[in-house]
């Protein structure tokens, strides 16, 4: 029975693959390329958290260049070439092992650099970063840090934190790996709990906010944070 059975099936199986390929081709292929674009190029990443505030805010869709360090195999973290270094300031998607999930931090060491933080405030190869008082919220101090190649924002608190992640170091970045920081310092699981993150672990570079909803607030768009460039 089996043998009298089989091929009629597989010609009806065959024959409905054919016309599914037929009918659907241009969508198959559209949503290959949508995949593929997605894997190895460029993607969107929520911001879900505080840990990079005030740069960053829950709800933020920020937009990742997947090209910005290397060309990878897509789906793999296997990389074909290097394009460019990962540099302090830059704000970086991780996929961290670690972890086990990913990450949005701001690098802030590069390999070879020795890294030292008193009381949040940093030192990078000897030097002190620059910082300055912006605004004070409640029991929040926007400040603005300035390190070796630019300046941008962080936060610090003035109320009762674990004081242990405030102070790290010296130590020296390895080889091919990076010290990150959350721009929120104390409110943020970054190098300081995880350690160095290496290259590979890298997805890309963000530097602007596509489109933010609000949590808080029934989800509502935040129309001031639409194509926000992130600094």
Known sequence: MNELHNPPVLTRLRTNLHQFWKDNR????LLLCIVFFKSAIADLSSISGASMQPTLLDGDKVWVNKLAY???IPFTEISLAEIADPGRGDVVIIDSKRADKRLVKRIVGVPGDTIYMQNN???INGEAAGYEVLERDGDAIIILEELPEGAHQAQVSQGFVNRSTRSYGPTIVPDDQYFVLGDNRDNSADSRVYSFIPR???IGRSSSVVFSLDSHNNYLPRGDRFLEIIE
């Open 26 to 29: 241009h969508f198959t292929l």
């Open 70 to 72: 290397d060309i990878k």
């Open 121 to 123: 405030a940093l030192v």
């Open 200 to 202: 590979e672990e890298l």
